[in-house]
């Protein structure tokens, strides 16, 4: 059995491996890779394949530290 998913540590691999992303107004989650040096990208977006509820996990903490920015 794996560790449950965490999305925040998702978050935080891919933001460092030097990816980035957004949610936009209509609520589509965008990952940016201009400038990813994680190597295979394939090992952040294949936990999300076949899984909606991860990235909607995601897509409320991109909410949140955004909004946070903007505090």
Sequence with gaps: MSAPFD???WLDAYESDGGSYAVTPDGRLWLGII???GGDLSKHTLPLIAHPERVEAIKALVRERC???EL
């Design 7 to 9: 999305p925040a540590a």
């Design 35 to 37: 400038g990813f040096v």
């Design 67 to 69: 909004f946070l920015r």
